[in-house]
T-cell receptor, first 112, second 113 residues
């Protein structure tokens, strides 16, 4: 059974800091991995999707990497801003039509 | 980009009543839809997977007679919480896919009083 772990559960950093959010998964046979952002009481916003054959994806200040063999992914946020404060969820998928298995998320607070 | 509309965004109901939540894929045909549930400060837990025209597949521990899922067309799936109780209060999110990245609705906050 796939398990996704995100540690720590919460993180507080000063504005402008570069930071790394970690995600680990137990079964390396994944189809893809996706990072989401969730604001309080809201739905999910997809940030980056990495296919199993890819090593990283970039979008603006965000960069996500994938190391399938070690079961790890990181989300790098450059020059963090207060508007980046949210919960960041990592999720993996076993197949094209399979469900997503989510981690519990990391709640990020960026202090002005 | 693909859009998934979920309605209502929030609902308050009395214990014992039933509530229906709709999930629509607006600009694509979703062969598969997923229903998730999220408790405060917890991750999203899959409740069931539904494919158009067939019965939903429920995850272990999810009561299929309590959480009725209908996927009558390629653009619409509904989740009905029957005889709701306060412990059913939660955030319900649907997602849809057509052999592509999953697209999520904005969720429904259900409060049962």
């Amino acid at each position: 059974k796939q398990e996704v772990t995100q540690i720590p559960a919460a993180l507080s950093v000063p504005e402008g800091e570069n930071l790394v959010l970690n995600c680990s998964f137990t079964d390396s046979a994944i189809y893809n991995l996706q990072w989401f952002r969730q604001d309080p009481g809201k739905g999910l916003t997809s940030l980056l999707l990495i296919q199993s054959s890819q090593r990283e994806q970039t979008s603006g200040r965000l960069n996500a990497s994938l190391d399938k063999s070690s079961g790890r992914s990181t989300l790098y946020i450059a020059a963090s801003q207060p508007g980046d404060s949210a919960t960041y969820l990592c999720a993996v998928r076993a197949g094209a039509n399979s469900k997503l298995t989510f981690g519990k998320g990391i709640t990020l607070s960026v202090r002005p | 980009g693909a859009v998934v509309s979920q309605h209502p965004s929030w609902v308050i109901c009395k214990s014992g009543t039933s509530v229906k939540i709709e999930c629509r894929s607006l600009d694509f045909q979703a062969t598969t839809m997923f229903w998730y549930r999220q408790f405060p400060k917890q991750s999203l837990m899959l409740m069931a997977t539904s494919n158009e025209g067939s019965k939903a597949t429920y995850e272990q521990g999810v009561e299929k007679d309590k959480f009725l899922i209908n996927h009558a067309s390629l653009t619409l799936s509904t989740l009905t919480v029957t005889s709701a109780h306060p412990e059913d209060s939660s955030f319900y999110i649907c997602s849809a896919t057509a052999n592509s990245p999953l697209h999520f609705g904005n969720g429904t906050r259900l409060t049962v009083t």
